[in-house]
């Protein structure tokens, strides 16, 4: 089964707490693109069974409007996670974030036990999507074939947290830390076909900081980033959504490409910057953005 999610529009991922019901009730009032239903660190040792509780009957009993549901698992380390994969599955969870992902083979051990639940609870089995966390040197190293482990996969996420105390240092600020691992990430992402997301930003009373990260991780290629509050959705959704001055112009760029192939002119010009083949596909990228982000209405 094929889903038709794997490339859907992820700008921003929003972590909750499935032990705290007042926070899952009505998360999609903020129009996240998705939220992160969250099992593994927000979640004390001792309420790993409530809070999967409170996660089945969210999952079943909320309409979240859309919004996309993931949900974090515990690591594959810990005795939880099967249970955690059975919960996700028969609520309907839409995707699982698969914990401290070092290998393609952790990949493969949640796939077959996603595969299983989903016989068990008589789900399509191919509904249920992966993404894997990388959180440590090992699992940068393995991006590329962590990105090629399951076609359920559609993508990979930094956790900073985890990965800046496997290097040996602290987070900064400044994101020197995270450099190395951003760069592997989504080159090996891309290579993959596979999405790239980064990871969360945790001071809330730096906003022109959280700004200029977000601006700086877009330029790098990114897909989205993870987030830990509502008030960062505009500022994402607004840097990762075509402006109307891009859509336009990739309006332009992809019309004269199809004239002028037809006519066997390779090089031109729009809005005085030299135009070839090469700018084709990232201007109908450009479009797909903004028509799944609701400000186009044209034909792609």
């Known amino acids: 089964m094929r889903n038709p999610n794997l490339k859907r529009l992820r700008r921003t991922m929003m972590f909750l707490n499935c ?23 927000a979640v004390a040792e001792n309420q790993k069974d409530a809070a999967r509780y409170s996660l089945y009957h969210a999952l079943k009993e909320i309409d979240y409007h859309g919004v996309e549901r993931v949900v974090r698992i515990n690591g594959l380390a810990t005795p939880h996670w099967q249970e955690d994969v059975r919960v996700c599955v028969a609520g309907g969870a ?54 090629n482990s399951s076609e359920r996969l559609f993508g990979i996420a930094l956790s900073g947290g985890d990965y800046s105390k496997d290097l040996q240092t602290v987070i900064t600020g400044t994101g020197v830390e995270f450099a190395g691992a951003r760069q592997s990430m989504i080159v090996a992402a891309r290579a993959a076909g596979k999405q790239c997301f980064d990871t969360v930003f945790t001071n809330l009373d730096d906003m022109e900081g959280f700004a200029k990260e977000v601006l700086m991780i877009k330029q790098m290629g990114f897909d989205g980033k993870s987030i830990i509050n509502p008030r960062q959705i505009e500022t994402v959704h607004r840097i990762f959504t075509p402006s109307e001055k891009e859509i336009i112009f990739a309006e332009k760029v992809v019309r004269e490409i199809d004239e002028k192939r037809a006519k066997g002119i390779g090089v031109f010009t729009v809005d005085g910057k030299m135009i070839d083949i090469a700018f084709y596909d990232g201007s109908k990228r450009t479009l797909s953005l903004a028509k799944a982000a609701g400000v186009y209405e044209g034909e792609l």
């Open 19 to 41: 032990q705290k019901p007042n926070l899952i009730k009505d998360p999609y009032i903020y129009k996240p693109d998705s939220i992160m239903l969250d099992l593994e660190d």
């Open 94 to 147: 839409d995707v699982i974030r698969i914990s401290k992902t070092e290998t393609a083979e952790d990949v493969h051990r949640v796939e077959a036990a996603v595969e299983a639940a989903e016989k068990e609870f008589e789900v399509p089995v191919g509904r249920t999507l992966l993404m894997a966390a990388l959180e440590s040197a090992k699992g940068v190293m393995n991006a590329y074939e962590i990105c």
